[in-house]
């Protein structure tokens, strides 16, 4: 009898879990990725604001998966998948055939139809994207240091973080205390500390996910830092000026919501972050099946694509409810739905039914700059230095290999008793779009 042989699209936290629940069973695995790398994307930022170097947050998959023989690794952008053929379309007109797949290729940027945003408002969801960010953002502290205009100095150390989940308030309060302390005795001509720092956010909370307290909280932490927390914020243009932003309808008020007007007001700013919105990988499109509204396949409850038993998804690309809520794009999510979505293969390969998955909720996190956090974890509400170090100690213990994690704790550690960065450092071309 042929062993199956599963194919997983997508190295992340979703296939990586799928190719783990697949160590030692009867298959022959395929993963599938455009990087070699796997990314802790939860620190992601923390790259993005100099706290951390890319090879203390990545490890090449092939390293990571190295002792489980039944295995392969291949380095290829995946075009299309043909569920009928049951085959993986690849570079240069090349196909992979399978008799399982896993589809766990993340969430990409989505700018809500204003795509030409993007060459000004860059997002985060790579390491490459982190590096670019944080290229843009010491270099606009460097420019203004050499530019004699009050008023284009003061619109180069003016900074603005579209989104208020997890990832913008996170980049703001790192972006905060990288003014307010890193650089602050760095340069001659400038003051740092007066750099202006706004977070525009379209609900009338920052971190929606969170409960109330826990959101008034990381308000008022990104406050003490200085930064301009403005909620119910549209953004509704960005340019090479910066962002027009105007008031978010009230509920119920019957206002329009879309298009600049009179109530729109401008920020100046060299620098705009977008931490706003995600679109599932296009790759969903091929599959043949209805999409919701932000590209991801809707799943049955045992994780396989409607219609195709054989083909799984899991993570951002998957669209599951339970208890009457969608579950969150994060990591824990991913990672249960992958390993899910294999045990479902081995139960299908031993003529088994599939069983629906079960999300199990550990909690969340955010960081907001040194000594401050907020957490949900198991039912418990936490906050401040306490949270802080509990958010440092979880993601230590998620990090993968025992180098990343003795580098990034001592990273951390450095900077919190001396409050500087030692990654500062500007790479590739200087001239930003």
């Given at each position: 009898?042929?062993?199956?042989?599963?194919?997983?699209?997508?190295?992340?936290?979703?296939?990586?879990?799928?190719?783990r629940a697949l160590a030692g069973a009867p298959v022959r695995v395929t993963l599938l990725d455009r990087h070699n790398h796997?990314?802790?994307?939860?620190?992601?930022?923390?790259?993005?604001?100099?706290?951390?170097?890319?090879?203390?947050?990545?490890?090449?998959?092939?390293?990571?998966?190295?002792?489980?023989?039944?295995?392969?690794?291949?380095?290829?952008?995946?075009?299309?998948?043909?569920?009928?053929?049951?085959?993986?379309?690849?570079?240069?007109?090349?196909?992979?055939?399978?008799?399982?797949?896993?589809?766990?290729?993340?969430?990409?940027?989505?700018?809500?139809?204003?795509?030409?945003?993007?060459?000004?408002?860059?997002?985060?969801?790579?390491?490459?994207?982190?590096?670019?960010?944080?290229?843009?953002?010491?270099?606009?502290?460097?420019?203004?240091?050499?530019?004699?205009?009050?008023?284009?100095?003061?619109?180069?150390?003016?900074?603005?973080?579209?989104?208020?989940?997890?990832?913008?308030?996170?980049?703001?309060?790192?972006?905060?205390?990288?003014?307010?302390?890193?650089?602050?005795?760095?340069?001659?001509?400038?003051?740092?500390?007066?750099?202006?720092?706004?977070?525009?956010?379209?609900?009338?909370?920052?971190?929606?996910?969170?409960?109330?307290?826990?959101?008034?909280?990381?308000?008022?932490?990104?406050?003490?830092?200085?930064?301009?927390?403005?909620?119910?914020?549209?953004?509704?243009?960005?340019?090479?000026?910066?962002?027009?932003?105007?008031?978010?309808?009230?509920?119920?008020?019957?206002?329009?919501?879309?298009?600049?007007?009179?109530?729109?007001?401008?920020?100046?700013?060299?620098?705009?972050?977008?931490?706003?919105?995600?679109?599932?990988?296009?790759?969903?499109?091929?599959?043949?099946?209805?999409?919701?509204?932000?590209?991801?396949?809707?799943?049955?409850?045992?994780?396989?694509?409607?219609?195709?038993?054989?083909?799984?998804?899991?993570?951002?690309?998957?669209?599951?409810?339970?208890?009457?809520?969608?579950?969150?794009?994060?990591?824990?999510?991913?990672?249960?739905?992958?390993?899910?979505?294999?045990?479902?293969?081995?139960?299908?390969?031993?003529?088994?039914?599939?069983?629906?998955?079960?999300?199990?909720?550990?909690?969340?996190?955010?960081?907001?700059?040194?000594?401050?956090?907020?957490?949900?974890?198991?039912?418990?509400?936490?906050?401040?230095?306490?949270?802080?170090?509990?958010?440092?100690?979880?993601?230590?213990?998620?990090?993968?290999?025992?180098?990343?994690?003795?580098?990034?704790?001592?990273?951390?550690?450095?900077?919190?008793?001396?409050?500087?960065?030692?990654?500062?450092?500007?790479?590739?071309?200087?001239?930003?779009?």
């Amino acid at each position: 009898m042929a062993v199956p042989n599963v194919v997983i699209v997508g190295g992340g936290f979703g296939g990586l879990d799928a190719a783990r629940a697949l160590a030692g069973a009867p298959v022959r695995v395929t993963l599938l990725d455009r990087h070699n790398h796997h990314v802790f994307q939860p620190l992601l930022y923390q790259v993005a604001t100099a706290s951390l170097s890319p090879g203390d947050i990545a490890s090449p998959i092939r390293w990571i998966l190295r002792r489980q023989q039944n295995v392969e690794v291949l380095l290829a952008n995946v075009h299309a998948i043909d569920p009928v053929a049951k085959r993986v379309e690849i570079d240069a007109g090349d196909a992979i055939a399978y008799e399982y797949l896993i589809v766990a290729t993340g969430a990409t940027h989505s700018y809500f139809g204003h795509d030409d945003w993007a060459a000004r408002a860059p997002g985060l969801k790579t390491l490459d994207d982190a590096l670019a960010m944080r290229r843009r953002m010491l270099m606009a502290f460097e420019a203004a240091e050499r530019e004699p205009d009050p008023a284009k100095q003061k619109r180069l150390l003016t900074f603005v973080i579209v989104g208020g989940g997890p990832t913008g308030v996170e980049l703001a309060g790192a972006l905060a205390e990288i003014a307010r302390q890193s650089l602050r005795q760095d340069f001659r001509r400038i003051h740092p500390e007066s750099a202006r720092i706004v977070l525009l956010e379209g609900s009338p909370h920052v971190l929606v996910n969170f409960h109330d307290p826990l959101r008034d909280a990381a308000r008022h932490a990104l406050e003490r830092l200085g930064v301009e927390v403005r909620t119910g914020s549209i953004v509704t243009q960005v340019d090479a000026d910066g962002v027009l932003w105007r008031p978010a309808p009230r509920p119920g008020s019957g206002e329009a919501s879309a298009g600049p007007d009179a109530s729109a007001e401008r920020i100046s700013a060299d620098t705009v972050l977008w931490a706003a919105g995600v679109a599932a990988s296009p790759i969903a499109k091929s599959l043949g099946v209805r999409l919701d509204r932000i590209g991801r396949v809707p799943a049955e409850p045992t994780l396989a694509v409607p219609g195709h038993p054989e083909i799984f998804v899991a993570g951002d690309i998957c669209a599951l409810e339970q208890d009457g809520a969608w579950l969150p794009g994060v990591a824990q999510v991913a990672m249960q739905e992958g390993a899910h979505a294999a045990r479902n293969i081995l139960r299908a390969i031993g003529g088994n039914p599939l069983a629906p998955f079960r999300y199990r909720d550990y909690g969340i996190m955010a960081t907001i700059g040194r000594g401050s956090a907020v957490g949900e974890i198991f039912g418990l509400k936490i906050s401040g230095f306490f949270a802080w170090l509990f958010w440092i100690f979880l993601h230590i213990f998620w990090l993968i290999g025992f180098r990343n994690r003795f580098v990034v704790m001592t990273e951390w550690a450095w900077a919190y008793v001396t409050y500087q960065r030692r990654v500062r450092l500007i790479t590739g071309d200087r001239a930003e779009g």
